[in-house]
DNA sequence: ACATATATACTCAAAGTGAGTATTATTTAC
DNA sequence: GTAAATAATACTCACTTTGAGTATATATGT
């Protein structure tokens, strides 16, 4: 492998917390550009891992400590946007996907701050209804985009992955296709990404806020795999205090799927599971019956061999 | 980002067929030493994507078209043992799961041959029953393991994991769980690459064959993507000829997963959710009521959001 | 006391699953 | 040529899970 092989490798987290019913997602935002994912270079010298890595220059850049972290995806595309260091060197990134519990004193870095993920993707967010964005705006210009495919397969596949994505006729939206989404919308020129990157914009539009580089493709990645993981680990409880009532809870999963639940049948699943028990003590609230406050139980990952939060229980109306 | 941070990228391919109900990986077996996956550099001059550059060399290197094909995980492990090509540039690698039919007369490379996966993971078929060596060996040498961990905190973690990995003490077994099987086995110095990465060997046992790099790392990745994927993209059909019996789906799929589904509610499930339709023509063969060709049903693409081949008809006896 | 707001408990029909038995269409043994 | 064997396909049934409620309990505010 001669040395006209080498590359530099771009280590970028998503490195997300909820709080209060908002999926916030850490961004840096140095004066007048686009909001950044924390990224920086893997250090082959100093680095034993690529995980070490992001671990070590994450808590030097944010003054966090990173609880559960998960490697996405590793990205090389020419083309699409890159940071590229020096004179030619090409840069290859790896995405992480990193939970961690927003405590509101901490220390923080300067330029960093938590940003609503929805920001980047509004028409992800269902929890008050289907965003009106998708029908007034994406399907469309999907639409556009496919009929300006002359060739009637490649017009027929573009309407498919519409149909399938945004679950337009009838079809149901699937909340875990949140990369095929962006996908769609950056190859029909919808994001500025894409007219960044040199593809031609198909109109005007361009849907949520743009992040620098492919961070906004990362993002969307990491999302997608949160929404899939919470099903069968118990991940969730990365994001919660260490005790909670049965609502908040509820409301952190609904928050970092875009969907609402339905609170009794959410309660029966999380108790008839194992995944939390009482603690005995309740919340002290405003309104209504106090709510018992609840622990995860740990237990579960020795009984259970995928523990999770089932999202079977949508609502529908 | 000086130039201090450049690393090389290899590309590993684990490319799989099914034939026969033994599901197989294409090995390189350059003569005496361990068998490796095929790989090469990824170059940043000639490849526009990672994607690209893995087809290009592997169509060179293996005659091989790839159909579907999909990024499983980018290892960068110092200490892991990783192919160092000239003096200390550090090599990260990217592993692919690539699936093919596997013609029968395709002109084939010299050193490449197709080889059983489960040789190199005996303890995942348990189609015929229990792999014996579980019980004989692997959590006799595991509790040894756990024992060797003064700490009690430690030695618990490690029977627990041995408990879900391998399903003892009523636990079910969960075929996914591959990798995190081969990873336990690697650190209790069960497999060989473990002594070769410089761990101390706990027993004179080397479960499974051994393979090249972190390759049956790759592998061990890239079977449990596959198992899980099967259950909710209909991937199984890239490895299916145009048209097969029920049984020989059924097969196929007990092949990958490693676990015997019962047959009757394989087909009413296969029926009911659209994913084959019958052809009309049946199958000749020796014994029984000859079967129906059936082929795989492309619209269900375009009708159900996660359409696959579930699992959920196990057989417990 | 009563309206309001939550939390929690219970119900019920529909759908999905696990594990069969029953029937049909072939080949092979006698 | 008929019976046994073999495999495919069809149907059954109990049980579990799910979706969507209604009902009851325990707070607060006026």
């Keep these: 492998m001669p040395a006209k092989h080498v ?21 840096v935002h140095h004066g007048g550009s686009e ?22 220059w994450v808590g030097e850049q944010t003054y966090l400590e990173l609880g559960y972290a998960e490697q996405l995806y ?34 923080k870095a300067p330029d960093t701050r938590w940003s609503d993920w929805y920001r980047y993707f509004p028409w992800e967010d269902w929890r008050e209804a289907r965003p009106v964005i998708i029908d007034q705006v994406i399907v469309p210009a999907l639409k556009l985009f496919a009929k300006s495919a002359n060739g009637s397969d490649v017009a027929e596949n573009r309407r498919n992955r519409m149909r399938l994505c945004f679950g337009t006729d009838g079809l149901v939206w699937d909340e875990e296709k949140v990369l095929e989404r962006y996908e769609l919308l950056y190859e029909a020129g919808l994001v500025k990404e894409a007219t960044r990157d040199g593809r031609k914009a198909n109109t005007r539009a361009a849907l949520g806020v743009s992040m620098m580089f492919d961070h906004r493709r990362i993002l969307a990645t990491a999302i997608a795999r949160l929404r899939g993981k919470m099903k069968y ?16 809870l509820q409301r952190t999963v609904e928050a970092i799927s875009g969907i609402r639940l339905h609170k009794q049948n959410f309660r029966r699943l999380m108790e008839d599971q194992g995944l939390v028990e009482g603690t005995g003590k309740f919340a002290t ?13 740990r237990e579960v990952l020795r009984e259970r061999p995928a523990p999770g939060v089932r999202l079977g229980m949508r609502k529908t109306s």
Tied chains: 1, 2.
């Design 7 to 27: 590359v530099s490798i771009g280590l970028s987290a998503a490195i997300v917390s909820v709080a209060d019913e908002t999926p916030s997602v850490l961004v």
């Design 35 to 56: 909001d950044a994912l924390p990224f920086g270079p893997f250090d082959p010298l100093n680095h034993r891992t690529l995980d070490s890595g992001l671990r070590k």
């Design 74 to 107: 590793t990205f090389g595309d020419r083309g699409r946007h890159l940071p590229t260091p020096d004179e030619g060197t090409r840069v290859v990134s790896v995405g992480y996907l990193a939970l961690t519990r927003q405590a509101p004193d901490q220390k």
């Design 233 to 248: 680990r118990p991940v969730v409880f990365e994001l919660m205090p260490p005790t909670f009532t049965l609502l908040k």
């Design 285 to 297: 609230q405003a309104r209504g019956r106090p709510a018992e406050l609840f622990r995860f139980r």
